[in-house]
C-alpha cells in the first residue's frame, strides 16, 4: 500500500475494514471516529471519540490564534526546563487545557509548558502534550506544531508506562495549511484531516485528506541536533553516508514539519541523536512517544538506539531521548551506527555501512 492513499481509493490491503473503506476525501472528522469506533468494536469508546474532538476544537483555535499573532511576544518566563516561554506558547497551553476539562473525559494532563500530572476532574483518560513544538522557529515564519499523546486511566507516568499503551496520537501541523495526522488504538495506519475554516477561532471542519500505511526506503534526510556529531563518531559516520550517498537534506529546524515529510512523501529519514556535550532535548512523554505512535501506525519504524521508542519506559515527565524515525533499513542503519554506544569517540563499525 503506497503512502498517502487515500481510504477511499484502497483495493488490496484492508479489506476486512467494509466501515473505514466508505470515508472519502472530505468526509468528516466525526464521520471518521465513529466509522472507527464501530471497526474497533469495544477498542474505541465514547469518551476517546469526545477526547478526541476536545482536542481538535484547541487546535482549531491554536492555528486561529497563530495567524493573528507575530509570534515573536516573548512572556519574559521560563519553564520549568529551563525553556523560554513566548506568550503564543502559553496560550496554546491554555487552550488544550481549558479544552480537556471541558470535554469532562480526560483525568489528568501534563504539558511541556506545565510538567506535572494536573488533574482535571474527567474520568477515562489522560493526555500529555507540547502545545507549541518548534516555537522558536515562528518568528521566520516556518511550520510549527502541536503533539499530543492519549493514555488510558489517570496516570502518565510509571516504572511500567510506556508510549506503546497510547490508545491515540495526534500532531497537527500549522503551515501554509493547517492539518492534524490521527492514530488510533485497532485502526491501521495514520490519517490526515485538514482544517476548512472561515478564519475564526469557532467555526470550520476537520476534513479527511488521506492515509499514510507506508514509509519506505529513499534518499531523504532530516539531521537534527548536528552539533552531536563533533563527539558522537557514530552519527558524524551516519552523517557522512548520507551525504556521500546522494540523500537529499530537507531539514526546517522543527520536528513537526521534519517528520510530516516523512509521511506526506512516504520515505526517508529524521534523526536527533545525542553525544556527552550536545544532550537530546526531545522529552519521552510530550514529543517522542506520541510520534512514534503515529510512524508506526503509519508503516514506520522508531528507535531511541536499541528499541523502539515506544517500548522506553515513561517513569517521568522529562525523561530525553534521542531517536530516529522512518523507513526500516534507515533507522536499523541509525541502530548500528548511533545506537547507545558512541558518545565517547569510539568509531563506527564499516559493516554498519
Known amino acids: 500500500m503506497k503512502s498517502g492513499t487515500s481510504m477511499g481509493t484502497r483495493d488490496d490491503d484492508y479489506k476486512d475494514d467494509v466501515e473505514m473503506k466508505q470515508l472519502k476525501p472530505g468526509s468528516l472528522v466525526v464521520d471518521f471516529l465513529e466509522m472507527a469506533k464501530k471497526r474497533a468494536g469495544g477498542g474505541i469508546d465514547d469518551a476517546l471519540v469526545k477526547t478526541m474532538l476536545y482536542i481538535l476544537r484547541a487546535c482549531k483555535g491554536i492555528s486561529y490564534?497563530?495567524?493573528?499573532?507575530a509570534g515573536t511576544e516573548k512572556k519574559g518566563s521560563q519553564n520549568v526546563f529551563g525553556d523560554e516561554q513566548l506568550a503564543i506558547d502559553l496560550r496554546a497551553d491554555a487552550l488544550l487545557f481549558k479544552h480537556l476539562k471541558d470535554s469532562g473525559c480526560v483525568s489528568v494532563g501534563s504539558s511541556e509548558e506545565k510538567p506535572q500530572e494536573i488533574q482535571l476532574g474527567g474520568?477515562?483518560?489522560?493526555?500529555?502534550?507540547d502545545p507549541l513544538d518548534g516555537s522558536s522557529i515562528i518568528g521566520t515564519n516556518f511550520a510549527v506544531g502541536t503533539?499530543?499523546?492519549?493514555?488510558?486511566?489517570?496516570?502518565?507516568?510509571?516504572a511500567n508506562q510506556t508510549g506503546r499503551k497510547q490508545k491515540a496520537a495526534g500532531m497537527a501541523v500549522y503551515g501554509p495549511r493547517t492539518t492534524i495526522t490521527l492514530a488510533i488504538d485497532s485502526i491501521k495506519g495514520s490519517h490526515e484531516f485538514m482544517l476548512m475554516d472561515d478564519r475564526t477561532s469557532a467555526s470550520g471542519q476537520w476534513v479527511y485528506t488521506r492515509s499514510f500505511y507506508e514509509i519506505k526506503e529513499g534518499k531523504l534526510f532530516a539531521p537534527g541536533n548536528l552539533r552531536a556529531t563533533n563527539d558522537n563518531e557514530g552519527y558524524k559516520a551516519l552523517v557522512d553516508y548520507w551525504v556521500s550517498n546522494g540523500y537529499t537534506l530537507r531539514y526546517t529546524g522543527g520536528m513537526v514539519p521534519d517528520v510530516n515529510q516523512l509521511l506526506i512523501r512516504g520515505k526517508g529519514i529524521f534523526v536527533n541523536a545525542t553525544s556527552n556535550k550536545h544532550k537530546a532535548k526531545l522529552?519521552?512523554?510530550?514529543?517522542?512517544?506520541?510520534?512514534?505512535?503515529?510512524?508506526?501506525?503509519?508503516?514506520?519504524?522508531?528507535?531511541?538506539?536499541?528499541?523502539?521508542?515506544?517500548?522506553?519506559?515513561?517513569t517521568g515527565c522529562d525523561i530525553r531521548t534521542q531517536v530516529a524515525y522512518g523507513s526500516k533499513k534507515e533507522v536499523a542503519r541509525f541502530e548500528k551506527l548511533v545506537g547507545k554506544r558512541f558518545f565517547g569517540g569510539q568509531h563506527a563499525p564499516k559493516s554498519a555501512l
Open 65 to 69: 490564534e497563530l495567524r493573528r499573532s
Open 283 to 314: 522529552r519521552l512523554l510530550y514529543e517522542v512517544a506520541p510520534i512514534a505512535y503515529i510512524v508506526e501506525k503509519a508503516g514506520g519504524k522508531s528507535s531511541t538506539g536499541t528499541m523502539s521508542a515506544l517500548d522506553q519506559n515513561i
Open 147 to 158: 503533539i499530543f499523546g492519549v493514555w488510558p486511566g489517570s496516570c502518565l507516568v510509571g
Open 123 to 129: 474520568c477515562g483518560y489522560c493526555v500529555a502534550f
